[in-house]
């Protein structure tokens, strides 16, 4: 990314976030209750690419879930999701829908997943509490600050169940080697590790296309609260990544929405976040109020060789904790490597499972649905993990030192950043 484009960036987007506000709470949600779900907990879904499938997969197979609808722009990411669903209890009674807002107007759906793109996560995430529904968004579950300050404070207000994608939490080798940390076994915790993609920001368009039937991709119902631009099938097919207007964070969210996370979970830092945030070439070095350093690395290669800063062998996602007596790596193939041997063998072994399993992660969202209870990824501890990684983002692109306050969320003496913790949406119909 040069300084240019950097520039470009500031004095497209500055302008608009200057106006813009939070999405706000409709009426219609005061005085509601909380829903009572029946034994079969019934499920609608919010978008079905590749990753949604991969999730759908295992909820389907929870006996007191019952998935009733699906609703997705594109005709042909319809059809497969119906014949998945209908493929699995041997019936015809999925109903599909364009528009999800149909779909939500169901009084017999207790909860919805959402995985659309990036752009959608917060704005259906809202509706969907809004309209009385629980909540299981993936990640990043908000492209702004201004996103992830407004889901906590709306499923707060309509007291809805919601559970942010961050999987990892509820996988073993990750919550083994939070537990070190917790515990002491690592001494006084120094420097935590989290990897990130090698941020990117671009503003260009593809080239325009004829935009197709609405019936076939409602073009407009994809793009949503993102700005307008013409028509390009590779947006539809996944390759909106990395686009300002579509994605979050430069890109930093795709992996530190999980990494950071961890990161704050191992600080026991929940309610708070870093506190300092100073972009390099290679990472950014966050400093909470406590004095533990989180490096967020930048991966050239997230999925061949990642240099001698990381084993390799642990997979997608790694993190690293560092204390004063030891330290423990992991990532998404389920094994750890603890040093110093000592401490390796006083931890319990752990059954192997691929950071992408979201089985326990959903468990425990249908779980919180039943019981009323938080998930483990609430959207406080969503908000707080999220507002970092686009906190860092944003000194990243902004190419400067910033700081935060973690009470207001604001940052301290900086205006124009300020400024970019929001983005106006599209007003459409």
Not at 245 to 259: C, K, N, P, Q
Request: hydrophobic share 35%.
């Amino acid at each position: 990314m040069n300084p240019l484009n950097r520039r470009d960036f500031l004095s497209t987007t500055a302008a608009v976030a200057a106006t813009s506000t939070p999405y706000l709470i409709s009426s219609k949600v005061l005085g509601r209750q909380a829903t009572s779900p029946s034994e079969k907990i019934t499920l609608g879904v919010v978008g079905i690419g590749p990753r949604c499938t991969y999730d759908l997969k295992s909820m389907l197979q929870l006996p007191d879930v019952q998935c009733v609808a699906i609703s997705d722009v594109q005709q042909s990411r319809r059809a497969a999701g119906k014949k998945l669903v209908d493929g699995h209890y041997g019936n015809q009674d999925c109903k599909l829908y364009r528009d999800f807002r149909e779909m939500l107007s169901r009084d017999d759906i207790d909860a919805v997943i959402v995985a659309t793109g990036d752009r959608w996560h917060a704005a259906a995430s809202i509706e969907a509490a809004e309209a009385g529904k629980d909540v299981y968004s993936e990640k990043p579950c908000g492209i702004t600050i201004g996103d992830c300050q407004n889901i906590d404070r709306v499923f707060k207000t309509t007291e809805k169940i919601f559970q942010a994608g961050t999987q990892r939490r509820s996988v073993p080798n990750f919550q083994q080697a939070v537990s070190l940390a917790h515990t002491g076994k690592l001494g006084r915790l120094e420097t935590l590790y989290a990897t990130v993609y090698v941020p990117t920001l671009k503003n260009d368009w593809l080239p325009a296309q004829e935009t197709p039937d609405p019936e076939i991709c409602d073009w407009n119902m994809w793009l949503g609260p993102a700005p307008w631009r013409p028509y390009n099938e590779q947006y539809v097919q996944g390759r909106w990544r990395g686009y300002h207007d579509f994605d979050s964070g430069a890109r930093l969210l795709d992996w530190g929405a999980h990494t950071v996370d961890l990161c704050q979970w191992a600080n026991q830092a929940d309610h708070t976040m870093p506190v300092k945030y100073e972009p390099n070439e290679q990472n950014i070095i966050c400093t909470y109020e406590n004095e533990v350093k989180l490096v967020i690395d930048f991966l050239k290669d997230p999925f061949g060789d990642r240099g001698p800063r990381w084993i390799t062998r642990l997979g997608t996602c790694p993190v690293r904790f560092v204390g004063s007596e030891g330290s423990v790596e992991t990532g998404d193939s389920g094994e750890m490597v603890v040093k110093p041997r000592s401490l390796d063998q006083q931890r319990s072994s752990t059954k192997r499972v691929r950071g992408l399993d979201v089985s326990a992660h959903s468990r425990n969202f249908f779980d919180s649905v039943k019981s009323r209870k938080p998930t483990v990824c609430n959207p406080t501890v969503m908000r707080r993990s999220h507002i970092a990684c686009h906190a860092a983002a944003l000194a990243w692109i902004l190419q400067r030192d910033l700081t935060i306050d973690p009470a207001t969320e604001t940052f301290v003496d900086d205006a124009e950043a300020n400024r970019l913790r929001y983005r106006a949406p599209r007003q459409w119909a």
